[in-house]
């Protein structure tokens, strides 16, 4: 079994050398179809592809279009911003007075008032819309065993978190 198995791989590497030598020493051909084309040629064969051939005078003309369309966008753009910029701070002016008219509101906490009756009186001065919401929220996080007794001074720009936080310094 030993010797046939010898004689089997030593048949496989004589092979391998003979179309070795066969591949490496035999003539060289070369495809038949190499075809050498001008400048001309290639340039209607790419153009028939599809593609833009352009000359070194043409790409640089193209290049400066660009960059004069780029400058002429961005000068337009800058006197559209001057514009915009002048609405948005009317817009700011307009949000700040409304801030100044917004609904405050002393909070007094005493001794032995529970979170709900709390969350009641904040949605009946407009400073939360939902109490019930507001009071599951108190409770989910466990803040209803921090509320602090006093006066808290609330507003009605205040999210849940700040009044929460507020309340339970």
């Known amino acids: 079994m030993k010797q046939s198995i010898r004689f089997f791989s030593l048949g496989i590497l004589v092979s391998t050398v ?51 369309s780029q400058t002429k966008a961005a000068s337009t753009e800058e006197s559209t911003n001057e514009t915009d910029d002048d609405e948005q701070t009317q817009e700011e002016d307009e ?45 989910d996080r466990k803040l209803t065993q921090y509320i602090q007794i006093g006066e808290f001074e609330l507003n009605e720009n205040m999210n849940r978190d700040e009044v929460a936080d507020t309340i339970t310094r």
């Not at 040629?41 to 352009?54: K, P, R, T």
């Not at 909070?107 to 009641?120: F, K, M, P």
């Open 18 to 68: 003979i179309m070795g030598m066969a591949y490496w020493l035999g003539p060289n051909e070369q495809a038949e179809s190499t075809v050498t084309m001008d400048e001309e040629d290639m340039i209607s064969e790419i153009e028939a592809s599809h593609y833009n051939v352009l000359t070194e005078e043409q790409l640089q003309e193209k290049i400066n279009e660009a960059i004069h």
């Open 95 to 139: 949000s700040l007075e409304e801030e100044n008219e917004t609904n405050t509101y002393t909070l007094v906490i005493e001794e032995g008032i529970s979170s709900t009756d709390i969350s009641q009186t904040l949605e009946q001065q407009g400073i939360i819309e939902n109490a019930e919401s507001f009071d599951i929220y108190l409770s």
